[in-house]
């Protein structure tokens, strides 16, 4: 299976592709879309969605991760990195993958053991993870971290939705769901 992960930013968008064949990863690609931060927003977002459109056409994912927003301190800040992660989305789905979210906690624990990794140590990982010869950029790491978490959890998801376990309300009303890569549920 072929993942692209998204790391959304407005000035700067990470992605990273790899290949999951069972436990083995392979890295496959990685990079930043830098976005002129000149011109006005409509036509930054626009570099975001045809950069990734264009990514999606030459490596062929056949699913996607995308690291969710924060609510950062400074609210235009969060509005901008939405619409940032929106115009990234949108890509996405309008080439016709699956779009798993993850936030960056459950990333960095995934990837390096802990939500409360520095960049340097996702950075590193990274590199252990996929036999790198270099770090790789920040942005890029983060994408290709993304794309780790999905091959470390999309697995088990698929198993307990395709055994109806997530789907029943064995806990109450809400019934069993994944969080933080644990099944829960309200009792």
């Given at each position: 299976?072929?993942?692209?992960?998204?790391?959304?930013?407005?000035?700067?968008?990470?992605?990273?592709?790899?290949?999951?064949?069972?436990?083995?990863?392979?890295?496959?690609?990685?990079?930043?879309?830098?976005?002129?931060?000149?011109?006005?927003?409509g036509p930054r977002l626009k570099v975001i969605l045809d950069s990734l459109r264009e990514i999606?056409?030459?490596?062929?994912?056949?699913?996607?991760?995308?690291?969710?927003?924060?609510?950062?301190?400074?609210?235009?800040?969060?509005?901008?990195?939405?619409?940032?992660?929106?115009?990234?989305?949108?890509?996405?789905?309008?080439?016709?993958?699956?779009?798993?979210?993850?936030?960056?906690l459950q990333i960095k624990k995934s990837v390096v053991g802990t939500g409360r990794a520095a960049?340097?140590?996702?950075?590193?990982?990274?590199?252990?993870?996929?036999?790198?010869?270099?770090?790789?950029?920040s942005d890029a790491a983060d994408a290709l971290a993304c794309a780790i978490c999905h091959a470390?959890?999309?697995?088990?998801?698929?198993?307990?939705?395709?055994?109806?376990?997530?789907?029943?309300?064995?806990?109450?009303?809400?019934?069993?769901?994944?969080?933080?890569?644990?099944?829960?549920?309200?009792?």
């Open positions: 299976m072929r993942i692209l992960g998204v790391d959304p930013g407005l000035r700067r968008t990470g992605f990273g592709v790899i290949d999951v064949d069972g436990p083995r990863l392979r890295y496959v690609a990685s990079g930043t879309i830098v976005v002129p931060t000149e011109d006005e927003l999606i056409r030459e490596y062929a994912p056949q699913t996607s991760a995308i690291e969710k927003v924060f609510v950062n301190t400074n609210p235009t800040s969060t509005l901008l990195l939405g619409q940032a992660r929106g115009a990234a989305f949108c890509a996405l789905v309008d080439c016709g993958l699956g779009v798993q979210e993850y936030t960056a960049k340097e140590q996702v950075q590193s990982m990274v590199q252990h993870l996929l036999a790198l010869d270099g770090a790789p950029a470390h959890a999309a697995p088990l998801a698929d198993r307990l939705r395709a055994a109806g376990v997530l789907d029943q309300p064995a806990f109450g009303r809400r019934g069993t769901r994944m969080r933080n890569g644990r099944m829960i549920g309200n009792p």
